[in-house]
């Protein structure tokens, strides 16, 4: 079946500018997660979706980042006001429950210019 | 906080050499480990994971590794590179309590590049 999509694969944006990223879940699959790669570094956790709770907004850096998924499905991160340090691979994942293996989507490059 | 550290950004092997990326964590009580790969423009790919049991993980692309609770280390390791192993390994923890502790905590990744 199909994998975890990613949506723009690369984005260049101009600094203070506002961008979106979505992400398309595997079909079925409960929970979502966001992370950000910065050059040269692991992943960090950006924020977490299960089902119809309240997310786990923890990893957010700052309030400019906001995420949103309707139900089961689709997730959209919004970076407001984008900054230079904000360019970064944005990975996106899912999972068939909370615990089971992570899914990763190929991932959004974003370059704030 | 959970931390994870890999020795050595970049491993360089000749193909046919043993390959051995390092992976060290900080916890007092166990995690769940893992190693993923990325290959380039594709997403991280799950290669195994321990969670209990038997301490020597076999994962797939005859890759395997070994959780030492004394060592608090999690090393990744091949016999035979390949020149298709060529690719950014992450190793990741899922720390304890498990409860709320959904998300992953990476290293900085090791960038393995396999020499003909």
């Known amino acids: 079946g199909a994998g975890v999509s990613q949506s723009p694969s690369n984005k260049v944006t101009e600094k203070g500018k506002d961008v979106e990223l979505r992400c398309d879940p595997i079909?079925?699959?409960?929970?979502l997660y966001w992370y950000r790669q910065r050059l040269g570094q692991g992943l960090e956790f950006l924020i977490y979706f299960q089902g119809n709770s309240a997310p786990d907004k923890s990893g957010l850096p700052s309030d400019r980042f906001s995420a949103e998924r309707t139900g089961e499905s689709v997730s959209t991160l919004t970076i407001q006001r984008t900054q230079q340090e904000d360019s970064a691979v944005y990975l996106c994942?899912?999972?068939?429950?909370?615990?089971?293996?992570?899914?990763f989507g190929p991932g959004t490059r974003l370059t704030v210019t | 906080a959970q931390s994870v550290t890999q020795l050595g950004s970049h491993v360089s092997v000749s193909e046919g050499a043993l390959v051995l990326l390092r992976c060290n964590y900080s916890s007092s009580v166990p995690p769940y480990l893992f190693w993923y790969v990325q290959y380039p423009n594709q997403g991280l790919q799950l290669l195994l994971k321990?969670?209990?049991?038997?301490?020597l993980v076999k994962g797939i692309n005859g890759f395997e590794a070994e959780f030492k609770k004394s060592e608090t280390s999690f090393h990744l390791t091949k016999p035979s590179a390949h020149m298709s192993d060529a690719a950014e390994y992450f190793c990741?923890?899922?720390?304890?309590?498990?409860?709320?502790?959904?998300?992953?905590?990476f290293g900085q990744g090791t960038r393995l590049t396999i020499n003909p």
């Open positions: 990741a923890v899922r720390p304890f309590p498990l409860q709320g502790a959904q998300k992953l905590v």
């Open positions: 994942a899912s999972s068939s429950q909370p615990l089971d293996e992570q899914y």
């Open positions: 079909s079925g699959h409960t929970a």
């Open positions: 321990y969670t209990t049991g038997a301490t």
